[in-house]
């Protein structure tokens, strides 16, 4: 059974840093296309950003170009997100997907993990 379990998420102020990690089972990690989505209340989940399974192309969402940085490392079967200058605006329940499409336009994908929350204060 594939599972996708998310960490890193918790509180922090506007400015401040946290590291997001997914860790995968269930699949042969190093063939997919991995990438995070969020969504806020009263909002729909949108891309936030995606890295193929050859760890050579990366994509972002404009919000986050410049503050947001996707790597993972086919050997710990671990994709993160490390996410600097945080707004308040970003946050979010942030969710690991799995077999995204390609380009990653819309929130689809084979595979998803729980989530977990991110709060920005200001």
């Known amino acids: 059974q594939v599972q996708l379990v998310e960490s890193g998420g918790g509180l922090v102020q506007a400015g401040g840093s946290l590291r997001l990690s997914c860790t995968a089972s269930?699949?042969?990690?190093?063939?997919?296309?991995m990438g995070w989505f969020r969504q806020a209340p009263g909002k729909e989940r949108e891309f936030v950003a995606a890295?193929?399974?050859?760890?050579?192309?990366?994509s972002y969402a404009d919000s986050v170009k410049g503050r947001f940085t996707i790597s993972r490392d086919n050997a710990k079967n671990t994709v993160y997100l490390q996410m600097n200058s945080l707004k308040p605006e970003d946050s979010a329940v942030y969710y690991c997907a799995g077999g995204i499409s390609w380009p990653p336009v819309r929130p689809s994908a084979n595979y998803w993990g729980q989530g977990t929350q991110v709060t920005v204060s200001s």
């Open positions: 890295i193929k399974w050859t760890g050579g192309t990366t």
């Open positions: 269930g699949l042969t990690f190093s063939n997919y296309n």
